[in-house]
């Protein structure tokens, strides 16, 4: 095996250049513990080593052979190449949006009160809403609702039930959660005395 600092041939765009950067192994092991939460402790019994080895290979002070790489990639559950390869920076957008509550923007319909959330990201991959429910019989949606992606409902206050095309009726409450093919039909009533709200994720992709 070669020294651990070795050189790693990563190739990247920077401003219409290929650029090749080293990849330190013990620093990448390092990361992906710490990113895991665990202490040396823990992450050396994850990868059936002893914690003495585990922190030598962090620190460069050995190389280590096949065996302990494949160790040490099962422990942390990933493969042995992924050892070799930090994620791509062209992959690591840093995006984020925050809404205060009751400051997502509002859409009504018949049945559903809807507050979309995190409106200031676009092209997001997934479209998260809080939902009062207002519908109180399965016959006031005059049909299914179905759209491509699949979709998870959270109920975050009262009691719902959800229709589905294809399974039986099920009631839901505080802290249950459904997750399915928004392509087949669906719909959502409220079984409260006051409107029930859910939390819905639909993915856009």
């Known amino acids: 095996m070669s020294d651990p600092t070795a050189i790693i041939r990563i190739a990247r765009e920077n401003g219409g250049e290929t650029r090749v950067e080293p ?7 390092r990361e992906l513990r ?5 202490t040396l402790e823990q992450a050396a019994s994850q990868a059936g080593l002893a914690r003495s080895t585990l922190s030598k290979i962090e620190n460069g002070q050995m190389s280590p052979t096949y065996e302990a790489l494949k160790k040490l990639a099962e422990g942390l559950a990933i493969s042995v190449p ?14 984020m949006a925050t809404t205060r509550a009751g400051e997502g923007q509002p859409h009504l319909t018949t049945t559903y009160e809807h507050e979309l959330l995190a409106g200031a990201m676009k092209s ?4 998260p809403y809080r939902t009062r429910v207002r519908a109180r019989a399965l016959e006031e949606f005059g049909g299914w609702v179905r759209h491509d992606g699949e979709e998870f409902l959270l109920v ?3 009691i719902v039930r959800l229709y589905t095309e294809f399974y039986e009726p099920v009631d839901l409450r505080r802290g249950d959660s459904a997750y399915y093919d928004a392509s087949m039909g669906h719909n959502v009533i409220s079984l409260s005395d006051e409107d029930a709200t859910i939390l819905w994720v639909t993915s856009l992709a």
Do not use: C, D, I, Y
């Not at 710490?34 to 665990?38: A, D, E, F, I, Q």
């Not at 992924?82 to 995006?95: E, I, K, N, Y």
């Open 34 to 38: 710490k990113s895991r939460g665990w």
């Open 124 to 127: 997001k991959k997934m479209l």
């Open 82 to 95: 992924q050892l070799f390869t930090p994620p791509s920076r062209a992959q690591v957008m840093g995006r």
């Open 156 to 158: 975050l206050t009262g």
């Open 23 to 29: 990849l330190n192994l013990g620093e990448r092991v």
